[in-house]
């Protein structure tokens, strides 16, 4: 009987996919976290999840190497891209008469434009790739000592590339001036980098449980 035991490995790996997944496909809605006066701070739903993506590579990286976090890196960008073009193909089906009423509103949760899921896959790609070399390097000069630091380090800087990434290729508007652009796209980037920055902070007592509990892997 063969032995059907998953490495430690194996389980992040797909938790790792499950979080870009969720985060493709449920990130559009957003909730109120805070009001004060005339300021209301919202943030998707994605926000749960995309500090798990961040610190899951730093996580692998630890322990496995530079290499091994890229290549997961790979895989999920892969993943998002397959997720696009499938929602693509699906969207432009016509649909069955029982499922003819509902057809808009599936469309409306799946068939995001082609601008956004661009803006998406770039910024996640660019944001990942950085987060896992400003991490190595870190390792590098710190050895194994402070990984708080390291990863929060890495993770901050990039949830900042990835959010700048999003919003100026997802709502840059031609037809507005530049400081009219700047202005909109800075007002919603700090507060939710700020908020992805905190969330990070409290996690970090997981990535060095993270990091003990993948180090049991065998070899």
């Given at each position: 009987?063969?032995?059907?035991?998953?490495?430690?490995?194996?389980?992040?790996?797909?938790?790792?996919?499950?979080?870009?997944?969720?985060?493709?496909?449920?990130?559009?809605?957003?909730?109120?976290?805070?009001?004060?006066?005339?300021?209301?701070?919202?943030?998707?739903?994605?926000?749960?999840?995309?500090?798990?993506?961040?610190?899951?590579?730093?996580?692998?990286?630890?322990?496995?190497?530079?290499?091994?976090?890229?290549?997961?890196?790979?895989i999920g960008i892969a993943m998002i891209g397959l997720l696009v073009l499938y929602s693509a193909?699906?969207?432009?089906?016509?649909?069955?008469?029982?499922?003819?009423?509902?057809?808009?509103?599936?469309?409306?949760?799946?068939?995001?434009?082609?601008?956004?899921?661009?803006?998406?896959?770039?910024?996640?790609?660019?944001?990942?790739?950085?987060?896992?070399a400003v991490f190595a390097k870190l390792r590098e000069r710190m050895r194994s000592r402070k990984?708080?630091?390291?990863?929060?380090?890495?993770?901050?800087?990039?949830?900042?590339?990835?959010?700048?990434?999003?919003?100026?290729?997802?709502?840059?508007?031609?037809?507005?001036?530049?400081?009219?652009?700047?202005?909109?796209?800075?007002?919603?980037?700090?507060?939710?980098?700020?908020?992805?920055?905190?969330?990070?902070?409290f996690g970090t007592p997981l990535v060095y449980a993270g990091v003990r509990w993948l180090k049991?892997?065998?070899?």
């Amino acid at each position: 009987m063969k032995n059907t035991t998953f490495r430690r490995i194996e389980i992040l790996v797909a938790l790792y996919i499950f979080s870009i997944i969720v985060a493709e496909l449920m990130g559009a809605k957003t909730f109120q976290l805070l009001t004060v006066g005339d300021f209301s701070l919202r943030a998707s739903v994605a926000i749960f999840v995309l500090p798990v993506v961040y610190s899951l590579t730093d996580i692998i990286l630890e322990v496995h190497g530079k290499a091994r976090a890229r290549g997961v890196v790979y895989i999920g960008i892969a993943m998002i891209g397959l997720l696009v073009l499938y929602s693509a193909l699906v969207t432009a089906l016509p649909p069955t008469t029982r499922f003819a009423p509902t057809e808009a509103s599936y469309d409306t949760i799946f068939h995001a434009s082609i601008r956004i899921s661009l803006a998406s896959i770039t910024a996640f790609a660019v944001a990942e790739l950085l987060d896992v070399a400003v991490f190595a390097k870190l390792r590098e000069r710190m050895r194994s000592r402070k990984l708080w630091l390291r990863n929060n380090l890495s993770n901050f800087i990039g949830f900042f590339v990835d959010s700048l990434i999003f919003l100026t290729l997802a709502f840059y508007a031609l037809d507005q001036s530049l400081s009219s652009n700047f202005s909109f796209i800075v007002g919603l980037l700090i507060p939710y980098w700020l908020l992805k920055c905190a969330m990070s902070v409290f996690g970090t007592p997981l990535v060095y449980a993270g990091v003990r509990w993948l180090k049991k892997d065998p070899a």
